[in-house]
């Protein structure tokens, strides 16, 4: 069997990183050890952008110089001296060498840029053939009939049998989205190969570089802007080689505008355009010559109260510019979170992925790893999409896991706040909201009947009617509104609030399911080969029996949800029967509760940790136990014990912390933590739509 898949373009800039993340996203699902491997690489393999992308990205332990064949200068010299044996035969032996060490390994090809076009197909094909990998071809439909698309993908068929080279699959690539159902019915009716073709629409954020791409392809520096910006893409260039009247006429959405440092009309002009509703949005200028505008400008651009568009400043002269930039394209590197989404969320909706899988014969691996266990998180939420509101709309970290999320089509989202607010941040973060839903709570038309609801349901506690109409207009209550009524199925917050702030709207009318007395906390904790459940690390400063057993049967519900079979240790400062004292006498009683309530969960307590983890210290405390040295959820008898846990575990073992998750509740609202991440964010709101899922 095959422990590998080829990845092979027919013409240039057809987009094989797309298909190579989508085959190593695909594959990190199902192998323990993952590799990536390119025959051969344009400069340096340190230095090469697929393999640190893909290095970064998967956690590969391989080095950059095992994960490629060599330099294309070397590799075309070699061929060019009728060495070509001897260079696939080093080929093959770094690619076996990486291969001894992996469970699958995705292999990306040439890229039309060094080798020789003329040369592509044929090279490719005895590599592919040698390595003894299925080819998985990729084709730029890019501005081109769909008849000569299926002509193309005929050609590179036989040149690849000739070679004895089998097939995996086509992906036809950047198709115009209006072209999409033409080409799919043009390969339904000449295509008669056995193996099944994908299409993939073009999608501009992975067409056009960014504008921190294209400052770092000129070795510019920034001058005058807001360097959020430089996250938005440039769509055109054009050089200001005319006067400012023909220049401004000349502006297109998303342009460049390319001048010499010493055009301070043009400067003034463009950076005036922005503020015009009467002209497009330009995303950025570049100024040449390594010159800056005279003092009094720089002084009025500096004093403008918004942000303005990037000004970069490169040193070369307008023409080298305009040649240089003219040459990128829209490679997506290492860290660029939303490329990366955007590819993963293109090839997952649009290529059959258990039909894939099964042609390149990768078959799922016991083992969970934190990487695997987060990708599996966003899987399960795709299953059955849920709607997700997020009441911190502003928030930096939320406007990019947003992104994320719908660019990946994770679920469906509603962002709270000012929409004039909530657009203007995401333009400065260039950030794309497109299907996200902006709701002002002081201006909807929900407010007045989400306030008669809540006035009904609190009353009883001295709720007004301008209380109620007040509290309505708090992101919080408003947010938790919106899941009682159904208009949202979960809440995520806490990135800019209180745990206290984003909880108590839930507490006192979202309210905890029928037999749970306290809503409580766990942390799924991604260790390097499975995954464990914390509780109560975050919620619960010190639970009595009653609630520590609460916690417990919460908790081990949880671990269900998300596919981990429960083990429940009640933990203290002694196993068993070993010790005495009001703390331990409280996990004793919670431990006999639970087996009361729940006799159909394995459990045991009072425990300490290392017998519930560790099978040889289990054999001498607690040989008998079926939870002792096999346990996968564990119970802390206060807040102060789990929550040091969970953080002490989290930084000296290195593990993923997901959460904290509250459970107990009747519809999932979760809380993050002020110093979250954006991939925080993301698995937390991941986690929140399965909950909803388990809630239906």
Same mark, same amino acid.
């Given at each position: ?59 590969? *332990? ?165 360097? #959020? ?134 078959? #799922? ?75 002002? *709570? ?88 499975? $995954? ?51 703390? $331990? ?112």
């Amino acid at each position: 069997m095959a422990k590998g898949v080829y990845i092979a373009s027919i013409q240039p800039r057809a987009g094989k990183s797309l298909a190579a993340l989508g085959l190593m996203e695909l594959a990190s699902r199902r192998v323990e050890h993952l590799g990536f491997f390119r025959p051969v690489v344009n400069g340096l393999a340190e230095t090469d952008r697929e393999i640190g992308l893909m290095r970064s990205r998967y956690a590969l *332990p391989q080095n950059a110089e095992a994960s490629s064949g060599g330099p294309y200068d070397e590799a075309r010299a070699m061929a060019g001296a009728d060495r070509s044996d001897e260079l696939l035969a080093r080929i093959l032996g770094r690619y076996k060498e990486l291969e001894s060490q992996c469970d699958f390994v995705v292999c990306e090809g040439t890229d039309y840029s060094g080798v020789g076009a003329a040369f592509e197909f044929e090279f490719n094909a005895r590599v592919a053939a040698h390595l003894g990998c299925p080819v998985f071809f990729v084709a730029n439909g890019q501005g081109r009939e769909p008849a000569a698309v299926v002509e193309d993908v005929r050609a590179a068929r036989r040149a690849f049998e000739r070679e004895g080279c089998s097939i995996v699959a086509t992906l036809v690539n950047r198709v115009a989205p209006r072209q999409i159902d033409q080409v799919k019915e043009c390969f339904a009716a000449e295509w008669k190969g056995p193996d099944p073709v994908y299409v993939v629409p073009e999608d501009e954020t992975l067409g056009h570089p960014t504008l921190a791409e294209v400052m770092d392809a000129l070795d510019g520096k920034l001058m005058f802007g807001d360097e #959020h910006r430089l996250q938005g893409l440039a769509r055109d260039f054009s050089v200001a080689a005319m006067e400012l009247p023909n220049v401004l006429s000349r502006l297109r959405p998303g342009s460049v505008v390319i001048a010499g440092g010493d055009r301070a009309d043009v400067v003034l002009g463009c950076l005036a355009s922005v503020r015009s509703q009467a002209f497009p949005n330009i995303a950025g200028i570049v100024l040449t010559g390594g010159l800056e505008p005279p003092e009094p400008v720089t002084r009025l651009i500096n004093g403008l109260r918004r942000p303005a568009v990037p000004v970069i400043g490169v040193a070369g002269d307008t023409f080298t510019t305009a040649t240089r930039v003219d040459a990128l394209g829209g490679a997506i590197k290492a860290g660029d979170e939303r490329k990366i989404a955007t590819a993963l969320g293109l090839f997952e909706e649009h290529v059959e992925l258990p039909e894939l899988a099964e042609r390149i014969q990768v078959s #799922h691996s016991p083992r969970v790893t934190p990487l695997r266990f987060e990708y599996e998180l966003i899987e399960r939420a795709k299953v059955s999409r849920q709607h997700i509101v997020l009441p911190e709309g502003t928030d930096e970290r939320i406007l990019r896991a947003a992104e994320i999320l719908l660019r990946r089509r994770v679920v469906d989202l509603t962002l709270l706040g000012d929409p004039a607010e909530i657009q203007e941040s995401a333009s400065t973060l260039g950030v794309h909201l497109e299907g996200a839903q902006i709701v002002d *709570p002081l201006t909807s038309e929900w407010r007045s009947s989400f306030a008669d609801t809540y006035l009904q349901l609190r009353k009883h506690k001295g709720v007004t009617e301008d209380r109620a109409h007040d509290a309505m207009g708090d992101v919080s209550y408003f947010g938790s509104m919106m899941v009682y009524q159904g208009k949202a199925d979960g809440m995520v917050s806490g990135a800019a609030h209180t745990t206290a702030h984003t909880i108590r709207p839930a507490l006192e009318f979202i309210r905890t399911r029928e037999g749970v007395s306290v809503v409580s906390s766990v942390f799924l904790m991604c260790l390097r080969d499975r $995954v464990l459940v914390y509780g109560d690390c975050a919620v619960n400063p010190n639970p009595n029996s009653e609630q520590l057993a609460d916690i417990a049967i919460s908790s081990a519900e949880t671990a269900v949800i998300f596919g981990i079979d429960p083990r429940i240790a009640m933990l203290s400062y002694s196993t068993g029967a070993s010790g005495s004292g009001e703390d $331990v006498a409280r996990v004793r009683e919670a431990t006999e509760i639970v087996r009361s309530r729940r006799p159909d969960l394995m459990i045991d307590g009072p425990i300490q940790y290392d017998a519930a983890v560790d099978a040889k210290v289990a054999s001498k405390k607690l040989p008998d136990s079926e939870v002792a040295g096999r346990a996968t959820v564990f119970i802390f008898p206060d807040l102060n014990t789990g929550n040091n846990t969970y953080k002490a575990v989290q930084r000296s073992a290195g593990a993923v912390a997901i959460g904290p998750v509250l459970q107990g509740l009747n519809k999932p609202v979760n809380d993050l933590s002020r110093g979250c991440t954006v991939s925080d964010v993301v698995n937390t709101v991941a986690v929140t739509a399965i909950q909803a899922q388990t809630t239906e």
